[in-house]
C-alpha cells in the first residue's frame, strides 16, 4: 500500500530525525576521512609525516576531543527535552476535538472501538482528514505495538493496561498500520487498513458500519478472540457501554478469567 | 498443562525429534555429524589422554582461554548459519512463505540472537580476557584457577544445551530477549524458552565468577611496579567489563528464573493476570541487556587500544583519558536501560531524561575515537591485518554511534523502535564495534598462543569480505527499517522492500566468505607453521609484558617475575635496556595441579538444565547433587599444587 499520506507527528518526526542526522555528520564525515587521511599520510611504507614515537599527550588536543563531543550533546540534549515534550504520544494535538478511538490488539488482527459512536470494526480504521485523533489502546494477548508509519510513532499494547498515542493525518488516502512487536505466527501479517477521508465520506462509512446486523458482545468477541491469521474485515453495528475499559480491566481480576467468559463485577 | 509427564523421561517423548521440517532435520544432522566427527576423529587419533589430560581437565588460564576460544568460533558458525538462513528467507518471501514455516524462522531469529551474545562474543571475550591478561600484568595465573575452569565448563553446558535444542526438542521462538507475556506458557508452551532460560542461566552463573575472578586477579595479581595507572588498556577494560558482570549479570539471573518459575510453576511474577506485570521483566532484563553491550565492547576497545598503539609503533595518545573514557562508559553504562522501551509510555520527563543520558555514553566514546586517531597521527602505521579490523571499526563504528544517537532521542526512536532501523543499529556496534575487536585480538595475539603466526593474505581478504559484506548486508536495513520494515517478518507484501532483502542476502555471502577466509587462513598458517614461526616472543615489536616472554609461553608464564617501571614497560625495557626481570629463581614454582572438578560441575550443569527444559526431576536434582558433591570432595583435596622448576628450562606446553 502506499505510504503518500502524512500527518504532523510523522512530519515533526522525520524533521528532527534529519536536523540530528545533519549535525552529527558536521562530526562523523571528518573523522572518517581524516582516519584514513592519517592512515594513509603516516603509513609506514612510503608515509610522509613526522615520526614522533613518544608523543601521546596535548593539552589543546584533549580539550578539543572532550569538547567537540559534548558541544554536540549539548545540542541534542536541549533538542530532546524539548522535542520530547511537544511529541509527547499522549499530547492531544491542537484544533477541532478529537476523535476518541479505542485498539484492542488480538492474535492476530486489531479490534477498533469508535465509544461516542457506538461501533466497533476489525483490521479497518477510519477517520476524517485534519481531524486529530486519540487512540486508547491494549492487548488481550501478548505485549503488542501499535503504529500508522506513515502518520508517525508507536506504542506498545499491553494486557490490563491502557496506553495513548496522538495523531492526525494531512491528507485523504489508505495507509497500512501495523503490529511491530513480534507475538507469534501470525506476527507479519498483523495488520490494518487505515483510512483517512473527508467528513462527509467518514459519515457514509460510520453509517455504512452501522447498518450492519452483527454486535460487539460476549459471544462474537469470544469468537474474535480465537487466534487466526490474515483475518477479514469486519463491523460490530453496536458496542456494550465502556468496553474497552472492562477488557483492560478484567486482567486486573484475582480469578483466572478467560477471554469472553465473564466481565461481571468488573467495575 | 495438558502434557504427560512421566516420572522417567519427563515430557521428553519420541516426538521431540526434528522431523516437522526437512530443514530442521538437516540442522540437527549436521550438528550430531559434528559431534560424533569429533569423538571419531579424536579416537583415530588416539588423543583421547592427550585431551583430557592437556586440556579438558587443566586449570592453566591459557589453556582455558583457548577453549573459550575455540567453543566461540564453532559457535560464530552455528549463529551465522541462522543468519544467513533469515536473509535468505527475507530475500524470498514476498508475497509468499519462503522456504521456512513461521514457527521455524522464530527459532532461528531467537537462536541467533542467543548464540551470538551468549556463546559467541562473551566466550571470545572471556577467552582474550584470561589468555592475555595475567601475561600483561605479570602473572602467573588467574587468583581462582579451579574456579576459571568450572566458569568455562558451565559455559560449555550452556552452549551444549543450545546445540542439543536443535536435535531434541525446539528452541524458543521468543526471541533472543524472552518478552513475556508471549515467553509465557500460554502463548509458549513447550521447552523452546526454558531451553533458551537454561542455557543462559547455567552460563550466566560462569559469567559471573568470571567477573569475580578477573576483579581479584586485576587488582590482587599484579607484578610489583604495576600501578593501575601502568596497566595495558586491554586490561583496564577487561577490569570495567568485569566490573559490570557481576553487578549486571545478577539482574538477568533473577529475571530468567522468576520467568522459570512462571511457566514450571506457574507463578505469576510476568503474566497477564492475576497481578503479573511483565514491565518489570523489561526493565530487569534491560539493567542487565544494556550493561551487556558495554561487557562486549569495553574489551574490544582495549584490544583496538593495543593494536593501534603497536601497529602505529607510538605510545597510546592519551591514555588518562582513555582510563576515564572507560570507566565512565562502565558507569553510565547502568543509567540508560530506558531507552530499549521508549514506546512503553512512560512520560515525556522520563523518556527525555533516559533519552539525554543515553546520548552523553556518546562523549566518552567519541573521545576514544579521537584517541586512537591521534595515536596514529604522527606513527608509523604497518597495515597488518588486525590494523586494518581497528581502521575499519573506527571508520563503520562512528556511523553506528549516530544512528544509535538517533534512536536516543525518543521522538524519533517512536517511529524506528523495532523497525530493521535499529537492528542494522545494533549490528553496527556488535560486528565493527566488538567481532571486529575480537578477530584483531585473535590475529594479534594468535602468536604468542601457538609460536606463529597467521597467514597475512587470508586475514587481509577475510577483513576486507566482512567489511565489504557488513555494509551491504546492514546499509540496506536502515533505509528499509526508515520504509517502516518491521524487524522478525518472516513474510511481507511491500515489493520495494525485496530488492533491498537481496543486497542484504548478498552481503551475507560475504561475510560467508569472510568466514571461509578465517577458516583457510587457520589451515594455511598451521601448513606453514614452520615458516611463520615466531622466534622471539615478539613478532610485532610489542610494548606491554605479554611480548617479553616466549611463545607460546611456559606453563607458569614469567621465569621470574618481572619489576614494571613504566607504562608500555616491554617497550621501554627495549629502549633502555634495562632487562625486565632477573635471572630465574632458584626456589621451585608452584602451579595448579590438572583438576576434574571443571568437567564435572559443567556435567552437572547441563543435567541441571536438560532436567529442568523437560521436566526430569530425578536428573535435575541428580545434577545438583553432583555439583555439590564435587564442590565438598574438592574440600578434601589438599594436594593441589605441583612443583616445576623453571631455571631447567622445562619444556612449554
Request: net charge negative.
Amino acid at each position: 500500500m502506499k505510504q503518500v499520506v502524512t500527518g504532523p507527528i510523522a512530519e515533526a518526526e522525520n524533521a528532527l530525525m534529519w536536523q540530528a542526522f545533519s549535525l552529527m555528520l558536521v562530526v562523523v564525515v571528518p573523522v572518517i576521512l581524516l582516519t584514513l587521511f592519517v592512515a594513509w599520510r603516516y603509513r609506514a611504507a612510503g608515509g610522509q609525516g613526522a615520526y614522533k614515537p613518544d608523543w601521546d599527550r596535548s593539552r589543546i588536543i584533549e580539550i578539543t576531543v572532550w569538547g567537540i563531543p559534548i558541544v554536540m550533546i549539548g545540542i541534542l540534549a536541549t533538542w530532546v527535552w524539548d522535542r520530547t515534550h511537544a511529541l509527547d504520544p499522549y499530547k492531544q494535538l491542537p484544533g477541532a476535538e478529537p476523535l476518541r478511538i479505542e485498539a484492542i490488539a488480538l492474535d492476530w488482527k486489531w479490534l477498533f472501538i469508535y465509544p461516542d459512536l457506538n461501533i466497533a470494526t476489525v483490521n479497518q480504521v477510519a477517520f476524517p482528514v485534519e481531524q486529530p485523533l486519540s487512540f486508547r489502546i491494549t492487548s488481550e494477548v501478548a505485549m503488542n505495538s501499535f503504529m500508522i508509519p506513515a502518520l508517525g510513532g508507536q506504542i506498545y499494547a499491553m494486557a490490563g493496561m491502557e496506553t495513548q498515542l496522538n495523531l492526525q493525518a494531512n491528507e485523504i488516502g489508505a495507509m497500512q498500520g501495523r503490529n511491530m512487536q513480534f507475538s507469534g505466527d501470525g506476527f507479519s501479517d498483523q495488520t490494518f487498513e487505515a483510512l483517512s477521508m473527508s467528513q462527509i465520506d467518514f459519515e457514509a462509512w460510520v453509517n455504512k458500519v452501522r447498518s450492519g446486523d452483527s454486535a460487539l458482545d460476549q459471544a462474537s468477541f469470544a469468537e474474535l478472540s480465537k487466534p487466526s491469521i490474515d483475518a477479514p474485515i469486519a463491523y460490530f453495528s453496536t458496542v456494550p457501554q465502556d468496553f474497552f475499559s472492562r477488557r483492560v480491566a478484567h486482567f486486573m481480576g484475582m480469578e483466572h478469567e478467560h477471554a469472553g467468559h465473564s466481565d461481571g463485577g468488573d467495575k | 498443562m495438558t502434557e504427560n509427564v512421566s516420572l522417567l523421561f519427563g515430557r521428553l517423548g519420541p516426538d521431540a525429534l526434528p522431523f516437522y521440517s526437512w530443514v530442521a532435520f538437516s540442522g540437527a544432522l549436521v550438528t550430531l555429524a559434528g559431534g560424533l566427527g569429533f569423538l571419531i576423529l579424536v579416537t583415530w587419533l588416539g588423543q583421547w589422554r592427550a585431551l583430557w589430560t592437556g586440556w579438558l581437565t587443566s586449570v592453566d588460564h591459557k589453556r582455558i582461554g583457548i577453549m573459550y576460544i575455540v567453543l566461540a568460533l564453532i559457535m560464530l558458525v552455528r549463529g551465522f548459519v541462522d543468519a544467513i538462513m533469515m536473509r535468505l528467507q527475507q530475500a524470498m518471501a514476498l508475497n509468499s512463505d519462503g522456504y521456512l514455516p513461521p514457527e521455524h524462522f522464530e527459532q532461528i531469529f531467537s537462536s541467533h540472537g542467543t548464540i551470538m551474545i551468549f556463546f559467541m562474543a562473551m566466550p571470545f571475550m572471556t577467552g582474550l580476557l584470561n589468555y592475555i591478561i595475567p601475561l600483561q600484568i605479570g602473572s602467573r595465573d588467574v587468583a581462582f584457577p579451579v574456579l576459571n575452569a568450572i566458569s568455562f565448563w558451565l559455559t560449555a553446558a550452556g552452549a551444549g544445551l543450545m546445540l542439543i535444542s536443535l536435535v531434541i526438542g525446539r528452541f524458543s521462538t521468543a526471541g533472543w530477549t524472552g518478552y513475556p507475556p508471549y515467553s509465557g506458557v500460554e502463548f509458549t508452551p513447550g521447552v523452546g524458552v526454558d531451553y533458551w532460560i537454561w542455557s543462559i542461566l547455567i552460563s550466566g552463573v560462569g559469567t559471573t565468577m568470571t567477573g569475580i575472578n578477573f576483579i581479584v586477579t586485576i587488582l590482587r595479581k599484579r607484578a610489583p611496579g604495576m600501578l593501575l595507572m601502568r596497566m595495558p588498556m586491554f586490561t583496564w577494560t577487561g577490569l570495567c567489563s568485569s566490573v559490570l558482570i557481576i553487578f549486571a549479570f545478577p539482574a538477568l539471573t533473577v529475571s530468567t528464573v522468576m520467568l522459570a518459575l512462571d511457566r514450571t510453576l506457574g507463578m505469576h511474577f510476568f503474566t497477564n493476570d492475576s497481578g503479573g506485570n511483565m514491565m518489570n521483566y523489561m526493565n530487569l532484563f534491560w539493567i542487565w541487556g544494556h550493561p551487556e553491550v558495554y561487557i562486549l565492547v569495553l574489551p574490544a576497545f582495549g584490544i583496538f587500544s593495543e593494536v593501534v598503539a603497536t601497529f602505529s609503533s607510538k605510545r597510546l595518545f592519551g591514555y588518562p583519558s582513555l582510563v576515564y573514557a572507560t570507566t565512565v562508559i562502565a558507569i553510565l553504562s547502568f543509567t540508560v536501560w530506558l531507552h530499549h522501551f521508549f514506546t512503553m509510555g512512560a512520560g515525556a520527563n522520563v523518556n527525555a531524561i533516559f533519552g539525554i543520558a543515553t546520548m552523553v555514553i556518546a562523549v566518552p566514546t567519541g573521545v576514544k575515537v579521537f584517541d586512537w586517531l591521534f595515536t596514529m597521527f604522527r606513527g608509523r602505521i604497518r597495515f597488518e591485518p588486525p590494523m586494518k579490523f581497528t581502521i575499519g571499526f573506527m571508520c563503520l563504528f562512528v556511523i553506528g554511534g549516530m544512528s544509535g544517537v538517533l534512536l536516543a532521542i525518543p521522538p524519533i526512536n517512536y517511529s524506528t523502535h523495532n523497525t530493521t532501523f535499529l537492528v542494522a543499529h545494533f549490528h553496527n556496534m556488535i560486528i565493527p564495534g566488538v567481532l571486529f575487536g575480537y578477530l584483531a585480538g585473535y590475529m594479534y595475539w594468535f602468536p604468542k598462543a601457538f609460536g606463529f603466526q597467521l597467514d597475512r593474505k587470508w586475514g587481509s581478504r577475510s577483513f576486507w569480505f566482512w567489511l565489504v559484506g557488513f555494509l551491504l548486508a546492514f546499509m540496506p536495513l536502515y533505509a528499509l527499517g526508515l520504509m517502516g520494515m518491521p524487524r522478525r517478518m518472516e513474510t511481507y507484501g511491500n515489493p520495494e522492500w525485496q530488492p533491498l532483502l537481496i543486497v542484504a542476502f548478498i552481503g551475507a555471502c560475504l561475510i560467508l566468505l569472510g568466514i571461509v577466509s578465517l577458516v583457510m587462513q587457520l589451515w594455511v598458517s598451521i601448513k606453514q607453521r614452520d615458516a611463520l614461526k615466531d622466534t622471539t616472543g615478539d613478532p610485532w615489536d610489542g610494548r606491554t609484558l605479554e611480548w617479553s616472554i616466549p611463545s607460546p609461553p611456559p606453563v607458569w608464564n614469567f621465569d621470574s617475575v618481572p619489576v614494571v617501571t613504566a607504562r608500555d614497560a616491554f617497550h621501554e625495557s627495549k629502549i633502555t635496556g634495562v632487562v625486565l626481570s632477573v635471572a630465574p629463581e632458584e626456589e621451585p614454582l608452584l602451579i595448579p595441579r590438572n583438576s576434574t572438578v571443571g568437567p564435572i560441575i559443567g556435567a552437572a550443569g547441563f543435567c541441571v538444565g536438560f532436567g529442568a527444559v523437560w521436566f526430569i526431576w530425578w536428573l535435575m536434582f541428580a545434577g545438583l547433587a553432583l555439583a555439590i558433591a564435587a564442590i565438598i570432595g574438592r574440600s578434601f583435596f589438599d594436594d593441589t599444587e605441583v612443583e616445576v622448576f623453571p631455571g631447567e628450562g622445562a619444556e612449554s606446553i
